[in-house]
């Protein structure tokens, strides 16, 4: 006869913090997951899918290219060298007997964290079943258990364990002969066990406590590459997590839900360009474009440059009032993907120039990240010359279209 005993573990924030956010997270918005397990007789490690299914939703290639090389770990006074690991929730040692058969798939979810988190936290339910639960194969005969190499001083190896089994009562006695001829005694009890009951805590009054407010603590995870997919902290978790479907505005939704196909491939070309970028391994180019004498606009090619088409001017390029001279208001406004270049002048109205080549094939508007430069000299330009008269409005051209 079983005796319930439900034993409470404390996730450790403070040392396994993304594991912790992870599980928690898990428990809150999916209702298939629990933060209570019951240990089955003869319980091990059942390794189901999911992880599995992570790494092929995501390739290597091109993506973890950009984690960092190193993190700092919690208390550790020097950088942590950075690996990660897929960690699952549920664990996979309370995973159904069945769970890596065919049709069967174990509801779990998977976070890509740090590996030492991911290990430090597992060690909450490493042998738990072996240590507090009565029954068969668990704990219910003493035996030797991880670092536990000898048994409690009086006791041996192979005895009953009656800090879990309580006989009650002997039954009836069964001789068997074996091929040897030796006949063996066993003899049936009724007994108490202890069912034990895994259930995972967490502190509340931690300080950086996961919620919805600061996406579950994703945004913290050093296992996001956040330079190649700074739009997506979810990229650490399987494509089809619920939080896709509530990561942001019905506009970023959307956007992430057509750029999580990319994970399973290599990282596309136009990624790992701004990505470089952003890491500063590919500084972009400072004017893609310039003013031409007469006022119009050109697009600067390799040995020379060609005027933009009309068609060009109308559909890619907005003229957008400055508030000041440095235009530094609007500058906030431009996305990584679009190009602008200042220009002076008190009216300002879009050229209507005609299509001239100046190169012999036209050089495309590359796509690249570019940084607004005023026509003063300033810290952020020391590099351009100095104006030559005082104008009190200012216009940045804005690439609206990446081609």
Not at 103 to 116: C, E, H, K, M, N
Not at 194 to 201: D, K, N, P
Not at 205 to 234: M, Q, T, Y
Request: proline content about 8%; aromatic content about 8%; some cysteine.
């Amino acid at each position: 006869m079983p005796i319930i005993k439900t034993i409470q573990k404390q996730c450790d924030f403070a040392k396994h913090s993304q594991a912790c956010y992870h599980y928690y997270s898990a428990i809150q918005n999916d209702a298939r997951m629990s933060s209570v397990y019951t240990c089955r007789d003869n319980n091990k490690r059942v390794n189901g899918v999911k992880t599995r299914d992570w790494r092929i939703q995501h390739a290597k290639k091109g993506w973890e290219d950009y984690l960092p090389k190193s993190y700092m770990f919690h208390d550790s006074k020097e950088p942590k060298k950075l690996a990660c690991e897929r960690d699952e929730w549920p664990p996979g040692y309370f995973n159904p007997p069945n769970a890596n058969r065919p049709g069967v798939v174990a509801p779990q979810l998977v976070r890509y964290i740090p590996s030492g988190e991911n290990g430090g936290a597992a060690q909450q339910w490493t042998s738990f079943c072996d240590l507090e639960d009565g029954g068969l194969g668990n704990g219910q005969i003493r035996k030797a258990i991880g670092a536990r190499k000898k048994p409690p001083p009086g006791k041996k190896f192979g005895d009953i364990n009656e800090e879990l089994v309580r006989l009650i009562r002997p039954g009836k006695e069964k001789v068997n002969k074996g091929k040897d001829g030796k006949e063996t005694t066993t003899t049936e009890f009724d007994a108490q066990f202890t069912r034990a009951v895994y259930e995972i805590t967490f502190d509340k009054h931690f300080a950086r406590f996961p919620s919805k407010e600061n996406d579950w603590g994703l945004r913290d995870n050093p296992c996001w590459p956040k330079d190649i997919v700074p739009n997506d902290p979810g990229w650490v978790l399987l494509t089809d997590d619920a939080f896709y479907k509530t990561a942001g505005p019905l506009e970023l939704v959307a956007e992430l839900q057509a750029q999580k196909a990319l994970y399973k491939l290599a990282a596309p070309k136009d990624m790992v360009q701004r990505a470089d970028i952003r890491q500063g391994l590919n500084p972009p180019s400072k004017r893609p474009f310039d003013l031409t004498e007469d006022g119009g606009l050109a697009i600067r090619g390799v040995n020379s440059s060609r005027r933009l088409t009309h068609e060009e001017l109308q559909r890619d390029i907005q003229i957008i009032p400055c508030a000041d001279n440095t235009c530094s208001q609007e500058r906030k406004l431009l996305h990584d993907d679009e190009e602008g270049l200042i220009i002076p002048g008190t009216t300002i109205s879009p050229p209507t120039l005609p299509s001239i080549n100046i190169d012999s094939t036209p050089t495309i508007v590359p796509r690249a990240n570019l940084e607004i430069r005023t026509n003063t000299r300033t810290p952020l330009s020391p590099e351009l010359p100095a104006a030559t008269k005082n104008s009190s409005s200012h216009g940045t051209l804005r690439n609206r279209r990446v081609l």
